[in-house]
């Protein structure tokens, strides 16, 4: 009897640590934003907002560092005051999460008002968006990405593409109906394979002609309708580079927001060293070629265009650690050295 008293009251327990963890219960209030309009509209006087114009963010500089300023409802309201707009405005903005403290955040794109006055007022500027995820932190890079991919979302998407009538977003912003059909649409990610390949001892890496100069990464392509994560994997390498994969393995996966709002699913895939030759596809691809372990460490050193050779090209460097291309680079470095 005991035994069996212990057993509920521990079971009882995890039930209740689990119901008032912050992170259960920040997730549930996320959750009721999203579906009471009144709640949300309420939350907008008291949250904070992270500025857009033309979906660029807007940041500081402050020193060295770019920081990524947080306004509240009464510096928003004075804002809009100076250019004679109401607070309807506030109705425009996204939801796109709150703090451990049950303080909403916003995203709000200023578009339509004038760039220059914004930025004068407020002391920063309006950063291009692949820009700015590489110059500031972590949680801030992947806070932009997904604000910034909700704001475009909404601007794609002002229409059914049944009817051709006009589509309502909901106050938190995630989602939109068509009261004329009744269609609701949420925002939607495509999925997007990025694979490091390795022949052992040396792994591969590629670059697109749109690419900053002197910059490799790992190979990348959407799924396509009805292929798994395996057989996307395969088919890219396949077509990109002329390989045929013999095993893969899964290693992360980010959100990423170009060109589209995109899930990054990272994979590491071998391929036998005797039929490694290197096939590439021009039309995708401007170069593609195998990397040594000690090229690979002299890369993740360089910074971006920082080091120039006598033809005036420059020596390869790779993707910075915001992106999840770099996470995988760095975990073959450890797997060789380890």
Same mark, same amino acid.
């Given at each position: 009897? =005991?035994?069996i008293y212990q057993a509920v009251n521990r079971r009882a327990s995890s039930l209740a640590c689990r119901l008032h963890s912050t992170y259960v219960r920040k997730m549930r209030y996320l959750n009721e934003l999203k579906e009471d309009d009144s709640l949300c509209r309420q939350a907008q006087t008291s949250? !904070?907002?992270?500025l857009f114009h033309n979906l660029s963010p807007f940041l500081q500089k402050a020193g060295k560092k770019y920081l990524v300023p947080q306004l509240g409802g009464a510096e928003m309201k004075r804002i809009l005051e100076k250019f004679k707009e109401t607070e309807e405005w506030i109705e425009k903005s996204v939801l796109i999460g709150c703090s451990d403290e049950h303080v909403p955040h916003f995203a +709000? @794109?200023? /578009?339509? +008002? &004038?760039?220059?006055?914004? &930025?004068?007022?407020?002391?920063?500027?309006?950063? @291009?968006?692949?820009?700015?995820?590489?110059i500031v932190d972590g949680n801030d890079s992947s806070l932009l990405a997904s604000a910034q991919s909700l704001l475009r979302w909404h601007d794609s998407h002002q229409y059914c593409?049944? !009817? /051709?009538?006009? !589509?309502?977003?909901?106050? =938190?912003?995630?989602?939109?109906v068509c009261h004329a059909s009744g269609i609701t649409y949420y925002p939607q990610m495509s999925p997007v394979v990025i694979t490091l390949v390795s022949d /052992?001892?040396?792994?591969? +890496? =590629?670059?697109?002609?749109?690419f900053p100069q002197g910059m490799y990464t790992a190979l990348s392509g959407f799924c396509d309708l009805g292929e798994n994560v395996e057989e996307t994997v395969r088919r890219e390498v396949a077509e990109e580079v002329g390989l045929e994969v013999e095993s893969l393995c899964y290693s992360a996966s980010q959100h990423w927001p170009f060109p589209s709002s995109c899930l990054m699913i990272a994979c590491h895939a071998s391929v036998r060293a005797h039929q490694a030759e290197i096939s590439m596809n021009s039309l995708e691809l401007e170069e593609a070629r195998w990397f040594g372990l000690e090229e690979i460490v002299e890369g993740l050193k360089r910074e971006p265009g920082s080091s120039k050779q006598d033809d005036g090209s420059l020596l390869p460097w790779f993707p910075p650690k915001q992106a999840i291309a770099h996470q995988l680079i760095c975990e073959w470095v450890k797997r060789q050295t380890s």
């Open positions: 009897m =005991a035994a949250g !904070t907002f992270y +709000l @794109d200023l /578009g339509a +008002l &004038e760039k220059s006055v914004i &930025e004068s007022e407020l002391q920063g500027s309006f950063t @291009d968006i692949r820009k700015a995820l590489f593409s049944k !009817t /051709g009538q006009p !589509t309502q977003k909901n106050v =938190a912003g995630s989602k939109r /052992g001892s040396r792994c591969l +890496l =590629a670059r697109q002609p749109s």
